[in-house]
């Protein structure tokens, strides 16, 4: 039984690290019943903190320019209260499964940061204060594109599609 009390141990200091680690308050122990009490209140404020979605505004195409909004969303959906990173590529499908041929450009149109790994294709983004981000993409080519966010846990958030006529 002392194997699962260090478990249990690791599991909390843990999820204290990930509560801390995203810029939140932990809970205090006196606020709860049980060391199985407080490891969910822990695990309750990791998932308000961390990255776990986006949700996508795709505007309309004026003189070969699409604004891509997105504002990054928390484990329980909510819009986040803190800025954060993440990295993204465009794809060519839906799934977002195909890398083709970027943009002519991309760029942060107001709100964000924009670090190139592959010029109009593929980069870090990091959000305002408020989870907010907005590009710019620039195709002079008929073409259609998704953005493509990799969330801190591995999966893909995808935009719909993005049409350049």
Do not use: C, W
Not at 25 to 39: G, K, W
Request: charged residues 15%; proline residues 1%.
């Amino acid at each position: 039984m002392a194997t699962v009390t260090n478990y249990e141990e690791r599991l909390t200091t843990a999820l204290e690290g990930l509560v801390m680690a995203n810029g939140g308050d932990l809970p205090t122990r006196n606020s709860v019943n049980s060391d199985q009490e407080y490891r969910l209140k822990l695990a309750e404020a990791v998932a308000d903190g961390a990255v776990g979605g986006a949700t996508f505004t795709i505007g309309a195409e004026v003189s070969n320019v699409i604004k891509v909004t997105i504002q990054l969303t928390d484990g329980n959906g909510n819009n986040l209260a803190h800025a954060a990173g993440v990295r993204f590529y465009l794809a060519t499908d839906s799934a977002g499964q195909t890398i083709g041929t970027g943009v002519d450009t991309l760029a942060i149109a107001t709100h964000g940061l924009y670090q190139q790994l592959s010029e109009g294709l593929s980069g870090f983004l990091t959000s305002e204060a408020n989870g907010l981000i907005d590009v710019n993409l620039t195709e002079t080519q008929t073409a259609t594109r998704y953005f493509v966010l990799v969330l801190p846990n591995g999966s893909l958030a995808i935009s719909g599609a993005i049409i350049f006529a």
